[in-house]
């Protein structure tokens, strides 16, 4: 299905970001991977403006086009306690500056049919404590697809992913971690993958602008104290 087509993801040495790259490589694409990690691609860091045009140029000069970008790379999660201002700004530029700028820096190297898929999380729309940082980039990154989809309408589509929780190491979990979810288990990488080539794929071709939150449906289920068997326990 994607034979002869490129692909970049960002964060693609590990856990989702490796399994879209996988995932992608078996349906016969070139994958490019940029990521602090060792990989077989770049290394770099992609905070640095520097090394986001760096990476871009090298994959211009081995491709000359992009088909696909998967802005997936990790940000820092701190929360109000204990992360500082330059942390902070350090997730932003991550989780939502970088995926800006790669897209500024492909978008006229878009081969017909591009398509552009964002990962955020479910927690772009509900929170634990003390994870600001990681929160308000998902958050910027949800709503800059939007707004992505918005200018390059008719060139490139643009959607994003929420996972929920997504168990990078493929643990099957049993009793309450998966009951409690009325899909009835825990997420796995490939979740994401498999929604990732379809955004990408002809059978896409009228969805842009969209978020889609792939979470075993946690977010969309009420839970009040000694409802439905659900208790909160609170420290005395």
């Given at each position: 299905m994607f034979q002869n087509k490129v692909a970049v993801v960002t964060g693609g040495a590990k856990g989702i970001g490796r399994a879209i790259v996988q995932a992608f490589e078996k349906e016969g694409a070139a994958v490019c991977v940029i990521d602090l990690l060792p990989n077989g691609y770049y290394v770099g860091d992609l905070a640095d403006q520097a090394v986001l045009e760096d990476f871009a140029q090298k994959v211009l000069r081995d491709y000359g086009h992009v088909d696909y970008l998967v802005n997936n790379a990790l940000p820092l999660m701190k929360g109000l306690d204990t992360c500082s201002y330059a942390e902070f700004d350090y997730a932003l530029r991550v989780g939502v500056a970088a995926p800006f700028y790669l897209t500024k820096l492909f978008a006229p190297h878009f081969a017909p049919?591009?398509?552009?898929?964002n990962i955020s999380s479910s927690r772009d729309r509900m929170s634990q404590p003390q994870t600001e940082s990681y929160t308000a980039a998902k958050?910027?990154?949800?709503?800059?697809?939007?707004?992505?989809?918005?200018?390059?309408?008719?060139?490139?589509?643009?959607?994003?992913?929420?996972?929920?929780?997504?168990?990078?190491?493929?643990?099957?979990?049993?009793?309450?971690?998966?009951?409690?979810?009325?899909?009835?288990?825990?997420?796995?990488?490939?979740d994401i993958a498999h929604m990732v080539l379809y955004l990408?794929?002809?059978?896409?071709?009228?969805?842009?602008?969209?978020?889609?939150?792939?979470?075993?449906?946690?977010?969309?289920?009420?839970?009040?104290?000694?409802?439905?068997?659900?208790?909160?326990?609170?420290?005395?």
């Open positions: 049919g591009g398509a552009i898929v958050g910027g990154i949800a709503a800059l697809t939007h707004a992505l989809a918005v200018s390059l309408a008719g060139r490139v589509r643009v959607n994003s992913i929420s996972p929920g929780w997504i168990d990078t190491a493929y643990t099957v979990y049993e009793g309450p971690d998966a009951v409690q979810q009325p899909a009835g288990r825990v997420g796995n990488p490939m990408c794929s002809d059978k896409a071709g009228f969805i842009t602008g969209e978020n889609i939150c792939i979470d075993g449906g946690m977010t969309r289920q009420m839970i009040y104290h000694n409802d439905f068997g659900w208790t909160l326990t609170c420290d005395a």
